[in-house]
């Protein structure tokens, strides 16, 4: 939440400068305040994991969220019940002609396919050009943010010779980015995914800003102002146990898979893997939480004009 200060007093520019969230009165008394309504468009196919995973993290701040579900209007969910999909989820062609402050774009386990072969390619492309008329600010993650902006920018995604997967070592590139307030110079965040996008592709397009990247695994976070969106390529969203799971059921359907990097202590599988990403993980969508908060209008039907 943001901090009124009087805009001629000098700390104003200067906490805005360094990425606190500052206000001044005259804005304070003009801030009409409701429930900021945020969709999840649900891509994963253990849809109620996923469900927690991000209600869990846009629930943590002081603001009052309207959490909707939502799914692709013809793909059936085969992991998940038909009860719990038809109780909790619309589709997409049921909500289109509603407004959002916020919708996430979940990743989905399809990376060995190219885009225009996933089966919802063409509803997809018409829920991204929706966001910008209908949505005021939209979250894509791992293969929905891939999505995104090969979507928007035409950058395309490149298959890797081994599976990306641990907890990796990535660094602060935008230290007074808003949507990084509080973080630290580097930190680790889990990795799974068999694709990559290119750090020198990225800067080739226009008006995008890598704000998370590391050595190893390339760029993470991406800010598309033009768009009014950002797209993370790893997983702050997981549990403490969701790359085990994961590991644990390569093992057991035989599929070759390394143990995931710097996860276990000791990269031992057989001790209870460590969550240290859990505190950025809160940081970076509150953070967007707040930005949405400052931004929206009051009136939804504003948004997007």
């Known amino acids: 939440m943001p901090i009124t200060l009087p805009a001629t007093l000098p700390a104003f520019d200067v906490l805005r400068n360094e990425g606190v969230m500052v206000m001044s009165p005259e804005r304070a008394q003009a801030q009409e305040i409701r429930p900021l309504r945020i969709g999840l468009l649900n891509l994963m196919p253990k849809k109620i994991q996923t469900e927690n995973q991000f209600a869990r993290l846009i629930g943590a701040t002081p603001l009052q969220i309207d959490l909707q579900l939502i799914r692709m209007s013809e793909h059936q969910a085969k992991n998940t019940a038909a009860a719990h999909m038809e109780t909790f989820y619309r589709p997409f062609q049921e909500v289109k002609s509603e407004k959002f402050d916020g919708l996430i774009i979940t990743g989905a386990p ?30 894509g993650v791992c293969w929905g943010g891939m999505a ?59 008006g995008l800003r890598t704000l998370l990247g590391s050595d190893l695994v390339g760029p993470c976070l991406v800010e598309d102002p033009g768009h ?37 202590p000791n990269d031992n599988p057989a001790l209870p893997p460590l969550n240290r990403w859990r505190s950025h993980a809160h940081l970076l969508y509150g953070n967007w939480i707040n930005e949405i908060y400052q931004g929206t209008p009051y009136d939804m039907e504003e948004i997007g004009r």
């Open 228 to 264: 009014r969106a950002l797209y993370i390529f790893n997983h702050f969203e997981y549990d403490s146990d969701t790359l085990k799971q994961e590991y644990d059921r390569d093992v057991a359907n035989g599929t070759p898979i390394n143990v995931p990097d710097n996860y276990y």
């Open 148 to 206: 995104m902006i090969n979507h928007f920018h035409g950058v395309a995604k490149h298959m890797l010779d081994h599976k990306a997967f641990g907890c990796f070592r990535h660094l602060n590139l935008a230290p007074t980015s808003p949507f990084l307030r509080g973080f630290s110079d580097e930190f680790v965040i889990p990795v799974s995914r068999w694709t990559e996008m290119k750090q020198p592709e990225i800067d080739a397009a226009s």
């Open 110 to 139: 399809i990376e060995h396919l190219a885009f225009e072969d996933v089966t919802y390619w063409d509803e997809l492309c018409e829920v991204m050009d929706w966001t910008q008329t209908n949505v005021h600010s939209t979250f």
